[in-house]
């Protein structure tokens, strides 16, 4: 995993590095800001073909992402991520409550599954379990809601 050093008065304190793609500057900005004192927001990008070309060259730890993005989706980057064996752990942000796009998320290749509506007391946590290898998915969805294994 790359992480950055950053200073946290006398310590050292490891961050992991994170790569946003959302078509919503808003969004991106909010994300920022909720995530930046945990982690190195490393760049910031409007679809997902602009995010698979940065995830080549950032080699960020997490990728947090949007499904419905324009020129390339979400769960388009994703599948072409995971074919590519990224190393970064992908996190979808999305408004979907839709069982189907949570099982093609998860197929494609994602770790998390994040509600836009519970971004603040979700992607933080998220962030956090798949950093440790876990999976998180919003509620009121579960992974129960997919027909993939767990």
Known sequence: MHVARAEAGSENVMQPRV???????????????LLSATCEIVGRVGDGKALIEAEGSLHPDVLIMDISMPVMGG??????????????????????????????????GASAYVMKSRLATDLTAAVNA?????????????????????
Request: negative net charge; proline residues 7%.
């Open 19 to 33: 790569l946003l793609a959302d078509d919503h500057p808003a969004v991106l900005n909010m994300v920022a800001a």
């Open 75 to 108: 769960i388009e980057a994703a599948q072409h991520l995971k074919q590519s064996e990224t190393k970064a752990k992908i996190i979808v942000l999305t408004v979907h409550e839709d069982p189907d796009f949570l099982g093609a998320a998860l197929a494609a």
């Open 130 to 150: 798949v950093l440790k290898g876990r999976r998180f998915i919003s509620p009121p969805l579960s992974a129960e809601d997919t027909c993939l294994p767990h």
